[in-house]
């Protein structure tokens, strides 16, 4: 099957600070990657919509300044968590889609974000 | 939509029984579903779908049962093994068309396997 990458898989960081994750399809080109949230013990809490050469499109209540996604190629997704705080502390997942005619997504194996 | 506030809840059988995971989906309009295994620190991985015209699905020791009326979806894992111990979503796509909806992930129920 198709491999999505996640990386960095776990990062620590300082409260104020800025973390970038990045969401890559390794053996196929994705327009559209989807960014998911997860609490521990919980469901996964679709983000945002990351669409190639396009702003990303957010859900409701997801802070478009907080959470930046940048779609820069077919293959490669980024977000960005911004003035970090502890509250973001979460495992955020990307996945992207292959194939023009199925709703099969892939997963990256996600980040696990700590901010102290 | 989304699950919020609630632990999963866990369904514990012993090797080599049946396991049955139900979920309850919130669109009626969904007409795409999706069965995920998720393993604890990794991303979730594709078990089996089932569109809307179809109300039974099977694959290698699954099968996916879908009713309509009470808006209900059931994983059921034959002859399960301690490797299937994992957390299992069901997630719906509203109005699938071929081209590519959000999909939406319900609360999940961890399964666990005792030998």
């Known amino acids: 099957g198709a491999v999505v990458s996640q990386h960095p898989s776990r990062v620590i960081c300082k409260s104020g600070t800025s973390v970038k994750i990045e969401c890559r399809s390794l053996?196929?080109?994705?327009?559209?990657m989807f960014w998911y949230r997860q609490f521990p013990k919980k469901s996964l809490m679709l983000m945002a919509t990351?669409?190639?050469?396009?702003?990303?499109?957010?859900e409701q209540g997801v802070e478009k300044d907080k959470f930046l996604i940048n779609h820069a190629s077919l293959t490669l997704s980024t977000l960005t968590v911004t003035s970090a705080h502890p509250e973001d502390s979460s495992f955020y997942i990307c996945?992207?889609?292959?194939?023009?005619?199925?709703?099969?997504?892939?997963f990256g194996e996600g980040s696990r974000l700590t901010v102290l | 939509g989304e699950s919020v506030g609630l632990h999963l809840p866990t369904l514990s059988v012993q090797e080599g029984d049946n396991s049955i995971i139900n979920c309850a989906y919130s669109?009626?309009?969904?007409?795409?579903f999706i069965w995920y295994k998720q393993e604890s620190g990794k991303g979730p991985q594709f078990i089996i779908d089932?569109?809307?015209?179809?109300d039974k699905r099977q694959g290698q020791r699954v099968t996916v049962l879908l009713n309509k009326t009470v808006k209900h979806l059931s994983l059921q894992i034959a002859a399960t093994q301690p490797g299937d111990s994992a957390v299992y979503f069901c997630?719906?796509?509203?109005?699938?068309?071929?081209?590519?909806?959000?999909?939406?992930f319900g609360a999940g129920t961890r399964l666990a396997v005792h030998p």
């Open positions: 089932i569109r809307s015209n179809m």
């Open positions: 053996d196929f080109q994705a327009t559209t």
């Open positions: 669109n009626s309009a969904s007409d795409y």
């Open positions: 997630a719906e796509i509203p109005h699938f068309s071929g081209g590519y909806n959000k999909l939406i």
């Open positions: 996945s992207a889609r292959q194939g023009a005619n199925t709703g099969e997504l892939f």
């Open positions: 990351s669409n190639e050469g396009s702003k990303a499109t957010y």
